[in-house]
């Protein structure tokens, strides 16, 4: 298991790395971290804000950036973990739909036209409740 904190630059370096030196090859990426923060336009912070964008944004960008070369080499594939209130947005959570928007629409829409480029696959999972 690797542990690190994909906020944290230096961490997606060594994530990769490790990757990288145990299996030799990248065939998948999969971006699955992410947070959820209580909050309307009101009442959340900018610390807030910066901290769910950071995880469920800049992540994705910074561990796909990373990520591409090594894919390229494999014809593999990404896959976002994302919801759908990127598309849907439910009251109370604005930060969090933002950051699920920039997903799905940036990180995997817009960049996914140039994947194919490399032979990459590209996918984002709608992630959602569903009511019994």
Same mark, same amino acid.
């Given at each position: 298991?690797?542990? +690190?904190?994909?906020?944290?630059?230096?961490?997606?370096?060594?994530?990769?790395?490790? /990757?990288?030196?145990?299996?030799?090859?990248?065939?998948?990426?999969? @971006?699955?971290? !992410?947070?959820?923060?209580? +909050? /309307?336009?009101?009442? /959340?912070?900018?610390?807030?804000?910066? %901290?769910?964008?950071? /995880? @469920?944004?800049?992540?994705?960008? =910074?561990?796909?950036?990373?990520?591409?070369? =090594?894919?390229?080499?494999? %014809?593999?594939?990404? *896959?976002?973990?994302?919801?759908? @209130?990127?598309?849907?947005?439910?009251? !109370?959570?604005?930060?969090?739909?933002?950051?699920?928007?920039?997903?799905?629409?940036?990180? *995997?829409?817009?960049?996914?036209?140039?994947?194919?480029?490399?032979?990459?696959?590209?996918?984002?999972?709608?992630? +959602?409740?569903?009511?019994?």
């Amino acid at each position: 298991m690797i542990v +690190g904190d994909v906020c944290q630059e230096g961490d997606c370096r060594a994530i990769m790395r490790q /990757t990288l030196e145990h299996f030799h090859r990248l065939d998948i990426l999969v @971006n699955n971290a !992410g947070i959820l923060e209580m +909050g /309307t336009i009101e009442t /959340t912070s900018l610390d807030q804000y910066d %901290r769910i964008m950071n /995880t @469920n944004v800049r992540a994705v960008y =910074h561990l796909t950036m990373l990520a591409v070369p =090594h894919l390229a080499e494999t %014809r593999g594939n990404i *896959v976002n973990v994302s919801s759908v @209130n990127g598309i849907r947005s439910f009251p !109370g959570v604005l930060a969090y739909n933002i950051s699920k928007a920039a997903v799905d629409q940036g990180c *995997v829409n817009s960049v996914r036209k140039c994947f194919h480029l490399f032979s990459i696959f590209a996918i984002c999972l709608l992630i +959602g409740v569903i009511q019994r």
